[in-house]
């Protein structure tokens, strides 16, 4: 069972890169984290520290306890901490742009790193356990990384949503073209994707699941 850290080391937890979870702090300060179960030190050179999925909850928990609903997502450029855009933001986001293009791809290129680290067999063809827990925030990021837009206040452009189904997000986009590109993008990224028609609206959506395999 992870300890409970104290402010210092919060502090170090809340400074962690919101997609790998890589730490930076002084390896006393490090070392105490994973002693608490809250990170562990990777085998591989440089052997730098992430966080574990205690500590990902950790600096997580603010977050969690104003969760929006899947309707409304809040927006996501607060607090200056990346955050990939699901679709619908209110108020729409105001960062685009190069800026945003570098945020975007940096992030991906963390998220691919993780997956190598992560898996046993260095793989990065196919999800890894933190976009397992982070379903929403995960595929939207490979869509937004592959040059998908996001939906705006017009209604064009994806928006990936939360499903009652275990390990499962819909994504849904008015352009048929577009919806199906969108399905493309996240079976490269390692999702198993199928598409399917609302009973009530007869409007066609993606839903797609991290690839275990």
């Known amino acids: ?15 962690a890169d919101p997609v790998t979870g890589r730490l930076k702090g002084t390896d006393a300060q490090l070392a105490a984290l994973v002693k608490r179960g809250l990170a562990f030190r990777h085998p591989r050179p440089p052997h730098d520290h992430f966080l574990t999925p205690a500590g990902h909850r950790i600096r997580e928990a603010p977050a969690r306890d104003e969760a929006p609903s899947a309707d409304r ?7 200056g901490v990346f955050a990939a855009r699901v679709g619908g933001e209110d108020p729409a986001p105001s960062v685009g742009g190069p800026a945003r293009l570098r945020e975007v791809l940096s992030a991906w290129q963390g998220l691919l790193e993780l997956r190598r680290m992560t898996h046993s067999d260095g793989a990065t063809d196919r999800p890894c356990g933190w976009e397992r827990t982070h379903l929403v925030p995960a595929a939207a990021l490979a869509l937004e990384a592959a040059g998908h837009a996001p939906a705006t206040g017009d209604g064009h452009g994806y928006r990936v949503r939360a499903t009652p189904q275990p390990e499962a997000v819909a994504v849904y986009e008015p352009d048929g073209t577009a919806l199906r590109a969108c399905a ?26 991290p690839r275990r395999v």
């Open 184 to 209: 493309a993008t996240l079976e490269r990224a390692g999702w198993q994707v199928g598409e399917h028609i609302e009973p009530r609206t007869r409007a066609r959506y993606l839903l797609a699941s």
């Open 73 to 79: 997502p809040s927006s996501p450029d607060t607090g």
């Open 1 to 15: 069972m992870a300890l409970s850290p104290t402010a210092a080391q919060r502090r170090v937890i809340a400074a």
